[in-house]
């Protein structure tokens, strides 16, 4: 497929969307309701099926109980919203912007707006199935099934609400996000760590064709599998000088190949690329760090001077790195005989993470105790080519 890398991304995208899972579940709600009134209509026997306490809701009182459901739901829809909106403002103004994507991301905002969105929207559905009154001159149907259908969601969304109170405030919580962006770091490191770098040590001669993607913003995503096929269909070399995370322009190089090529291959390899307006974390394992790191210079900037908080997220880098070093020396991308990229070393983890917050903690006697402190126990904890490699960098740091 020529634009993997592009659908690879658009389905991140749409997976860290505020707005899928609402609409999915809407959509289901739509369906659910119209299947729900078709056979009731078709098959009165069904209402027979449902307690006789529960199966005898006049047609006022019907719409009664559906109009109350419809506007409660969407009136507390509107207050979680503006919940939602106030927390990533706060988290935004306060650990960083990037972190924004992070509260895009989370299940439970997704799922618990779109459960009450899916309600309001079954209930509006059944409530125009209702037939007849006291002035019509239709035959009176009242879907006695999908009615009940609705209370059930109804109290669904009561404890949907109750839920969101108490995930809202847990999102925020500084040690949380920490947490998480620690957890999933330690997950990256251990995922990409190999114990050798293949095809990372071959330099790109001077006669190799480079090649732009002639367009502006940063490497979100690479498809390498079909870089090396083409590459093995072309039985050439191919360097990739840009990996996800980097910013491109449209006169960079961002590749290079052993021998010239035709506009179809090219344009093939262009496509292999997904580019975007922003860095993210996917194929990129040190967007996580960074955000740790970021998240260490505004704990310890003036208007806030919070050690406490930097040393955490200190913790989470240093079981990062632990984790990711018990299984190699090399993490993130790795290439192959023909597809040639410069993976993560050691060092380049090292810089930056601990390198990078340096900076940062140098200030504070504190957290600079604790920087010096975790190092010492990651190295500890660490055995052959791995200790001697932060031993090294520790001492060149010193």
Not at 41 to 61: A, C, G, Q, R
Not at 157 to 178: A, G, L, M, Q
Not at 302 to 324: E, M, S
């Given at each position: 497929?020529?634009?993997?890398?592009?659908?690879?991304?658009?389905?991140?995208d749409i997976r860290a969307s505020y707005w899928f899972i609402p609409a999915c579940l809407a959509g289901l709600a739509v369906i659910t309701a119209r299947v729900l009134v078709w056979v009731e209509?078709?098959?009165?026997?069904?209402?027979?099926?449902?307690?006789?306490?529960?199966?005898?809701?006049?047609?006022?009182?019907a719409r009664l109980i559906l109009s109350v459901i419809a506007q409660s739901i969407i009136g507390v829809t509107g207050v979680m919203f503006s919940v939602t909106m106030v927390a990533v403002s706060f988290a935004s103004g306060n650990f960083g912007p990037r972190l924004i994507e992070n509260f895009m991301r989370d299940r439970g905002n997704q799922w618990s707006l779109g459960i009450l969105i899916a309600t309001f929207v079954f209930t509006l559905m059944v409530m125009r199935s209702i037939q007849g009154g006291a002035s019509d001159g239709v035959d009176p149907f009242v879907p006695q099934m999908p009615i009940v259908v609705a209370m059930?969601?109804?109290?669904l969304?009561?404890?949907?609400?109750?839920?969101?109170?108490?995930?809202?405030?847990?999102?925020?919580?500084?040690?949380?996000?920490?947490a998480g962006l620690g957890q999933g770091f330690c997950t990256q490191m251990a995922k990409t760590a190999r114990k050798d770098a293949t095809g990372a040590r071959k330099r790109a001669p001077k006669s190799a064709t480079g090649i732009?993607?002639?367009?502006?913003?940063?490497?979100?995503?690479?498809?390498?599998?079909?870089?090396?096929?083409i590459a093995d269909a072309s039985d050439i070399t191919i360097w990739i000088d840009r990996v996800p995370g980097d910013f491109v322009h449209s006169g960079q190089t961002a590749l290079r190949c052993s021998s010239p090529l035709d506009e179809a291959q090219i344009s093939a390899l262009r496509a292999c690329f997904a580019i975007g307006s922003i860095k993210t974390e996917d194929q990129n394992l040190l967007f996580l760090a960074e955000q740790q790191v970021e998240m260490i210079a505004r704990a310890?900037?003036?208007?806030?001077?919070?050690?406490?908080?930097?040393?955490?997220?200190?913790?989470?880098?240093?079981?990062?790195?632990?984790?990711?070093?018990?299984?190699?020396?090399?993490f993130g991308l790795h290439g192959s005989e023909r597809v040639i990229l410069r993976p993560l070393e050691i060092e380049d983890v090292l810089d930056a993470t601990f390198g990078a917050a340096f900076q940062y903690v140098e200030d504070d006697k504190m957290t600079k105790a604790a920087w010096a402190k975790i190092l010492d126990d990651l190295q500890i904890s660490l055995e052959g080519d791995a200790q001697k490699k932060v031993n090294g960098w520790i001492e060149s740091r010193a």
């Open positions: 497929m020529k634009y993997r890398a592009f659908l690879l991304k658009l389905i991140s209509y078709e098959n009165h026997w069904v209402s027979d099926l449902i307690p006789s306490s529960l199966n005898d809701t006049k047609i006022e009182d059930s969601l109804a109290l969304s009561v404890s949907v609400v109750i839920y969101f109170v108490h995930h809202v405030p847990e999102t925020i919580n500084v040690s949380n996000i920490s732009s993607l002639e367009t502006n913003g940063y490497v979100q995503r690479i498809d390498l599998t079909k870089i090396s096929d310890l900037s003036p208007g806030v001077n919070d050690p406490f908080t930097a040393i955490n997220c200190l913790n989470w880098l240093a079981a990062g790195l632990a984790r990711g070093m018990q299984k190699g020396v090399s």
